[in-house]
């Protein structure tokens, strides 16, 4: 990374930057993606530069069509987006007289076709101004001004490789689609990373379902030093060993039987370790991990963290500052620091913590393999800017990740924390062992920046038999006696794997190299809003929709549904964008086993559309009966003489209407943004709504209430 200069160039002696007195308006055009990006960016220029957004893509594949001519070599036919159609007018009028357009959207493969994209349409009638590609990290007058010193071309590697994603995803869409269309139902959509992330979330629930519960025990004494000042310490040690083997508490009888024969045994001092443990810093956010700890810190879901970290990103009102952009770009997949922050951070850790927390050397972390070393890692554009200086210009969930940003960064150039570990073993007769493990801190290091981190464990599974670790224990020797105050036996059960949510799974379709920083929050969102699953207490549960896609995917196209396929296509993916690969190549080796798979898909796939099932209900609209049907969302009864009558409502639920005399069923609906909740069925007479069903208790005392 170049060094950058201490003191900010001025607008005036920027090169790129240069005033023309002359001029009676501005000479130069950059384009942006947002207006939030192009008001902080149009304070940095001067008055010879006008800044104007884009509002994201401008042209893109049709939506009515396929929009690729797989005959020939995949030739994409690109359009202007139908939304977009009278910012390119806009565009082209900016553009006119102008001597140079700087294109200047992110510094990513979505920002690089963007680029390539707008420079098609001011180019498109064989003329036009000098145009040049711009890219920055940070959105500060530093970085900004040193990159309109060095602008480039726009990099075809890099649009390819967008390109090829993009033809891949629309192809695999548009021809899988229609097939769940004709068997499964109307509006659902498959995708070459959405359905493998679906498959993740299948196959965990499916694993719960066959999950079988042991029984199993755990036995703790609470002991203290026989005598001396020690004596009124009472600590908790935990059986680890009986004779050679580790213990297996099956039952109570089994745990109450060493219990008593525990009563009458002494108890002694064994063993007795300390060692020192450094914990080294973690390094600071790539997109994936700042979604992992936003949702587990914060409760943020992956959309939401994404959303506030743009705004962070694009630039926030600070004041007699103005604009500035907090963070640096927000979608990255690399650990790297540039040298100026390292700088920065360094004069802010000397200044509040003092030289002892500062490492001899800028700690340097390894990106994981195939991540954009040119890029950087999520950080504050200045170590300087701390969360409390910037509270009263951000709303509360955004001051919330900035802070974590904030923190993880400055903790990630500190020095190793330092920590004392005592493990206490005590023998009770001859054959069982119990343990005691304890820590101190002896030295805060990174810890005084960002506090404990708190790691968890083995993804969300508690690891219930290792030894209790308490933070102080008794001062205690080898061969000390001690005595037991009591025994105490717990009865635990083992538990099935948790249900992904967005933090865990995130994590898995990064370890798999599925997707990449920009697809996590978007693969998310695209599965809940496809109804093929919902959340439940925060987890990703899928709905029988979500199940039947799956099922019938991996059966018809097993390759599209295989983590490892999926994740040699993203490989691929990044080579064309290093040029190592055409992309018309990478295409065309996809598609010709696909292409086989989707042909005998039309004439061997079988619908698992069901009948409608008669019930008992009378339609409330015209007498008739009332039958259950299978549609996008689900079951749901209907009239059985649709369509003349178009009476609808949903199943029941086995739960009554909790106001005084209504009497009316709690009926799942859907909101405008297809949350789930539960209504009367006598709305809008009753306006009463849960977003959760009562317990089972509470539904058997409302049923025998009820009329």
């Known amino acids: ?38 008001k902080t960016i149009n304070k940095f220029l001067g008055k010879d530069f006008h800044v104007v957004a884009s509002m994201g893509h401008v042209r893109d594949l049709p939506k009515s069509r396929m929009g690729v001519d797989i005959e020939h070599d995949f030739t994409p036919e690109y359009i202007i987006i139908r939304r977009a159609s009278k910012t390119v007018k806009q565009l082209k009028k900016d553009a006119k007289d102008k001597e140079t357009i700087y294109v200047a959207p992110d510094p990513d493969r979505e920002g690089e076709a963007i680029s390539w994209h707008l ?36 990099d075809m590697n890099l649009v390819n490789a967008q390109q090829a994603r993009r033809i891949l995803d629309r192809v695999v869409g548009y021809q899988l689609s229609p097939l769940l269309w004709k068997n499964v139902g109307r509006g659902l959509s498959a995708g070459r990373v959405q ?33 001396g000042s020690e004596a009124s310490k009472i600590f908790l040690s935990r059986l680890i060993r009986i004779g050679k083997e580790k213990p297996e508490l099956k039952n109570q009888a089994e745990t109450d039987k060493i219990k008593q024969e525990l009563q009458q045994l002494p108890f002694q001092v064994s063993n007795i370790e300390k060692t020192e443990k450094r914990r080294k810093p973690q390094a600071p956010y790539t997109t994936s991990k700042l979604q992992q700890e936003a949702y587990s810190r914060l409760g943020f879901s992956a959309a939401n963290t994404m959303r506030i970290a743009q705004k962070l990103y694009e630039g926030v009102e600070l004041g007699d500052e103005g604009s500035v952009g907090l963070i640096t770009y927000m979608r990255t997949d690399s650990v790297n620091i540039a040298t100026s922050a390292q700088e920065d951070a360094a004069r802010y850790i000397r200044e509040k913590f003092g030289k002892d927390y500062l490492p001899e050397k800028p700690p340097i972390y390894k990106s994981r393999k195939g991540a954009q070393e040119a890029h950087e890692a999520v950080r504050p554009t200045s170590a300087f800017r701390i969360p409390d200086s910037v509270k009263d210009f951000l709303e509360s969930d955004e001051l919330k990740l900035y802070e974590l940003i904030w923190r993880k960064f400055l903790s990630s150039q ?25 820590k101190r801190s002896l030295f805060l290091g990174f810890t005084a920046a960002f506090g404990e981190i708190k790691v968890e464990k083995d993804n969300g599974k508690e690891i219930e038999e290792e030894a209790p670790e308490m933070a102080e224990l008794p001062d205690l020797v080898v061969g000390q006696n001690l005595s037991l105050h009591e025994l105490v036996g717990e009865q635990h059960f083992t538990k099935p794997p948790p249900r992904f949510n967005d933090a865990s799974l995130i994590k898995l379709l990064e370890e798999e190299g599925i ?14 809003g496809r109804m093929y699953a919902e959340r439940k207490s925060g987890a990703l549960m899928p709905t029988e929709l979500g199940e039947t896609v799956v099922d019938i995917l991996v059966k018809h196209f097993p390759t599209i549904l295989d983590a490892k396929f999926t994740a040699l296509m993203e490989e691929e993916l990044d080579e064309i964008e290093e040029g190592k690969m055409e992309w018309v190549k990478v295409m065309k080796d996809f598609y010709e086993p696909f292409g086989e798979l989707l042909a005998r898909a039309q004439t061997e796939m079988k619908s698992v559309k069901q009948a409608p099932i008669p ?43 909790p106001e005084p005399g209504c009497g009316g069923e709690l009926l799942k609906r859907r909101a405008k943004g297809r949350r789930a909740f539960y209504g009367c069925s006598n709305y809008p007479t009753c306006k009463h709504v849960v977003n959760e069903l009562p317990k089972k208790e509470d539904a058997a005392e409302a049923s025998s209430e009820a009329p």
Not at 516 to 521: E, G, K, L, Q
Request: net charge positive.
């Open 515 to 528: 997707g990449r920083p920009s697809t996590y929050a978007p693969t998310i969102s695209t599965i809940l």
């Open 414 to 438: 500190m020095v190793p924390a330092v920590d004392e570990h005592t493990a206490i073993s005590i023998l009770a007769g001859e054959k069982y062992e119990f343990r005691t493990t304890g």
């Open 615 to 657: 019930t008992d209900y009378k339609c409330g609209l015209c007498g008739k009966q009332v039958m259950i049907k299978f549609g996008r969302f689900g079951k749901f009864m209907a009239c059985s003489g649709f369509p003349e009558c178009k009476y609808t409502r949903s199943l029941p639920t086995g739960f009554f209407c």
């Open 119 to 154: 420079e098609h349409i001011f180019t498109a009638e064989g003329h036009g101004p000098k145009i040049l590609r711009v890219e920055f990290n940070e959105i500060t007058q530093a970085a900004v001004l040193k990159a309109f010193d060095h602008p480039r071309a726009i």
């Open 195 to 227: 359905s493998v992330a679906l498959r993740f979330v299948v196959d965990r629930e499916r694993e719960i379902r066959k999950f079988v519960s042991q029984e199993y025990w755990t036995l703790d004494a609470r002991l203290s030093a026989s005598e």
């Open 1 to 38: 990374m170049a060094k950058a200069k201490k003191s900010v160039k001025t607008v005036k002696d920027s090169k790129a930057v240069k005033s023309v007195k002359s001029a009676k308006g501005p000479k130069h055009l950059v384009v942006v993606e947002s207006p939030a990006k192009a």
